[in-house]
């Protein structure tokens, strides 16, 4: 039978994930918006351009088919556009519509980049310049016959004289059936102005006015004819595919909160189709090799302005997110970590200020939750009995390596190995105690790099005695509250640190003693040994057993408020933040 194992993606996983989904939101409204404003714009002008186009036949029936490409053109955009609008909308709520939207917008616009230039191109094909001619004729007749002079000498005249002062670098080529003008990017541009010239009679004089009249109207038609012909259909592409690319590439990133790489791929359509356009102008003469490579080039730089704004949009999107996200985060954890700091702090135990057995306590976690434990177990007691009046009291205090949740996960799982050796005893003494809990550090924690120090107590109030074990836990102090010096020595560490041996190598090494009446025991965790002070140094075993007699000595603080005094002093020597969990306990008889 297989079994399928879910696995919870990590933190960064899921961050990635929601901010995709975000941002994947976030296009969908921007492209919704960028399709409202183009239908928007585009209501009152598709219409005008259809009622714009000439009418069939005549001279102007290039222009009249270039007009009709145009206008279908810009109605598929268009209608597609609109489709694509309305599809986004009726998928909204599909489970992947915000991945579609996406991709659907980089489709549809590379699709209307890719082939604008190439459908200008048809048009401007069909267009020609039999149009342009034609039109340059009618404006060469007309300035001719206005002035009462023949239009060939009046072209010829401005064209040497009023724009190029000079001859022109082809000789016009008269034939029956006119002039022909050789100008342009080698293209021919012929002007047929008719064969009945009339030359103006001799000894005819014009005035001044007239004359400064007739070299404007000259200067113009020349201008006009020379536009025209250069402005050939690639060269009118090449302009157009220019300012298309720019546009349209433009205006989609400011729309759509694009990556730099999905900015690029419309951009890659528009200069795809702008390249071959070229390619096959410049093969077939329309454009020189020289051009067609700085368009291309200009082109390709056209697209750095959308590229741009859309790498600094989505730089910024990403920071914004990634705030929003960590403060989110983070504070769901500050409210996890308070529930789990009450829970934990739920294991310790209530102080015991009355009674033949007296235990106060202070702690102070260096995070929310800490890695310290303190446990008191009146021995041979049930669950639920009348614990007897001067029974013994096993008292443990634990403290995993290292601080925070995985510390605090550790001292869970040891309460629970704890209640589990404590009452499967009828009388458990410490050194039994200190050796289960190194077996069991050494089988279940050891491997993770989790190791413990403890020590652990056990007081009988009949007899006043003490059976006393230590690994590797930093030394318990002994001192008198009565002013006198205290009656034994101090309570050092009797076994190495836990989980460090295997369980038939470990010896706790435990010991029994007496306490006297006004004599207490002081016992920490290693966060008050290892208190850094001003210079840098550590407080240590001697600066603390000399706080802690400083604060006995003066005889006016309870013992039950010892360890509050003594974690209040570690406070003010100490010049920074809380570098570990401190734990401070006082044990003594009534």
Not at 170 to 189: D, F
Not at 199 to 207: F, H
Not at 240 to 247: A, F, I, N, R
């Amino acid at each position: 039978m297989m079994t399928r194992i879910m696995t919870n993606p990590t933190h960064t996983t899921e961050y990635e994930h929601e901010m995709e989904m975000e941002r994947a939101r976030w296009v969908r409204r921007r492209f919704l918006w960028l399709a409202g404003v183009s239908l928007l714009l585009a209501a009152p002008f598709l219409p005008l351009i259809w009622l714009t186009i000439p009418a069939e036949g005549g001279p102007r029936e290039g222009m009249r088919q270039a007009q009709l490409v145009r206008a279908y053109w810009a109605t598929l955009t268009l209608g597609l556009y609109l489709v694509a609008a309305v599809t986004v909308l009726v998928r909204r709520q599909a489970r992947e519509s915000t991945r579609f939207t996406t991709m659907l917008a980089i489709a549809l616009i590379t699709f209307v980049a890719a082939l604008s230039v190439p459908v200008e191109r048809f048009a401007a094909g069909t267009e020609g310049t039999s149009s342009l001619e034609q039109l340059a004729k009618e404006r060469a007749t007309n300035s001719g016959a206005s002035m009462g002079q023949n239009p060939v000498d009046a072209f010829r005249a401005g064209f040497q004289t009023g724009l190029l002062g000079a001859a022109p670098a082809t000789a016009p080529t008269e034939g029956p059936s006119g002039v022909k003008i050789r100008l342009g990017m080698g293209t021919n541009v012929e002007i047929q102005l008719g064969d009945d010239v009339e030359e103006p009679a001799a000894g005819s004089t014009t005035s001044p006015t007239t004359q400064s009249a007739r070299a404007a109207k000259e200067s113009d038609l020349v201008e006009e004819v020379i536009l025209r012909s250069i402005l050939t259909p690639g060269v009118r592409t090449a302009f157009y595919g220019v300012y298309v690319v720019l546009v349209t590439h433009l205006i989609a990133c400011m729309f759509m909160p694009w990556t730099v790489r999905e900015s690029l791929i419309p951009g890659a359509g528009a200069l795809g189709g702008f390249s071959l356009v070229l390619l096959a102008d410049a093969i077939s003469g329309q454009v020189s090799s020289v051009f067609a490579l700085a368009t291309v080039a200009t082109v390709a730089s056209s697209l750095v302005p959308g590229t741009l704004l859309c790498w600094w949009r989505y730089s910024r999107f990403r920071g914004e997110y990634r705030l929003r996200f960590e403060s989110g985060r983070y504070r769901e954890l500050r409210s996890e970590l308070a529930s789990a700091r009450r829970i934990h702090e739920s294991c310790l135990p209530a102080q015991r200020l009355t009674g033949p057995v007296r235990v106060s306590y202070a702690y102070r976690p260096m995070s929310d939750i800490g890695g310290d434990l303190l446990v008191c177990r009146t021995v041979g007691s049930v669950v639920g009995a009348v614990e007897e009046v001067d029974a013994p009291v096993l008292a443990a205090i634990i403290d995993v390596t290292g601080h925070g949740i995985s510390a605090a996960l550790t001292i869970n799982r040891l309460l629970g190995e704890l209640d589990r050796v404590i009452g499967g005893s009828s009388d458990p003494q410490p050194g039994a105690v200190l050796a289960a809990l190194n077996t069991y550090t050494r089988l279940m924690l050891s491997h993770h790099g989790l190791y413990l120090s403890a020590c652990v107590f056990r007081f009988d109030p009949r007899t006043r005695t003490i059976r006393f074990a230590s690994g590797g836990h930093p030394t318990a102090y002994r001192v008198s509250t009565t002013g006198g010096p205290a009656s034994g020595g101090d309570f050092e560490s009797t076994a190495t640190l836990l989980g460090v041996l295997p369980p038939e190598q470990y010896n706790p090494g435990e010991i029994e003693t007496t306490l006297e009446p006004g004599e207490v025991i002081v016992a920490c965790t290693d966060g008050a040994t290892e208190t850094r002070l001003e210079g840098g140094g550590l407080l240590r075993t001697a600066g603390l057993r000399e706080i802690v007699r400083q604060i006995t000595a003066i005889g006016t603080i309870p013992p039950e408020a010892i360890p509050e005094t003594v974690l209040k002093r570690l406070d003010a020597i100490r010049p920074g933040e809380v570098e570990d969990d401190t734990l401070i306990v006082a044990f003594r008889f009534a």
